[in-house]
């Protein structure tokens, strides 16, 4: 890369790990931590779901996985686009259809066809919506919105990890093939804490900042007659 000159800004560990004591930040990620942990928890294991409960046969499993995979992409563009517009309203929905669907996949997993239903579904709403929690990453991280971003992906991670190993013990219990749609469905279900928390905190926030703007017009009206 050529040289910028000599008068570039040199970066500072000290104001990037100073930004991130925000509180609005840490729930986004774990929001971030939930929402992929509840959806990939159940996505790792729904090969033995749909071969072993649902009974589609091992060679159809794959284009169930292609249906899932097409939905995540609609789901992420589409999610992207509404985040632009309403993104608290969009993560708290997507957090609470992403439960929902999840819950059905528990509930009539024996049944092949609402269950590949529910799988595409799961696809189309499970994912939609972590562009718009690393997006709220990087306007909360302030300063540090590089570091804000790095650590929406590494709680994306930790989620998968600890959900996907939840969800893999469960295999061996009594709940079986349905042990990991059972763990998605409460961890995807906790999503929703700190998305509302959040979309809370944002209300209060933009209340305060029209209060002050509002006062500020009075006074000046004052002054000026």
Partial sequence: MPHDGAHEEVGSLRPELAAVRSGRLWLVLAACATTTGGVLSAYSYISPLLADRAGITTGL???VLVGFGVGSLIGTVLGGRLGDVRPH???IVVAAVTAVVLLGICLLSTHTVPTVVLV???G???LSANPVLSSLAVRFGGAASTLAVAMSVSAY???TAVGSGIAG???S???GAAGPAVVGTGIATLTLIPTVVIALLQRRHDAVHVGACAEHVVLSCSQAA
């Fill in 120 to 122: 595409v579904l799961l």
């Fill in 157 to 159: 991670n930790v989620g």
């Fill in 173 to 175: 219990s009594s709940l």
């Fill in 124 to 126: 189309l709403f499970g």
């Fill in 61 to 63: 499993v794959p284009l």
């Fill in 89 to 91: 309203a969009t993560t």
């Fill in 169 to 171: 013990a469960t295999l």
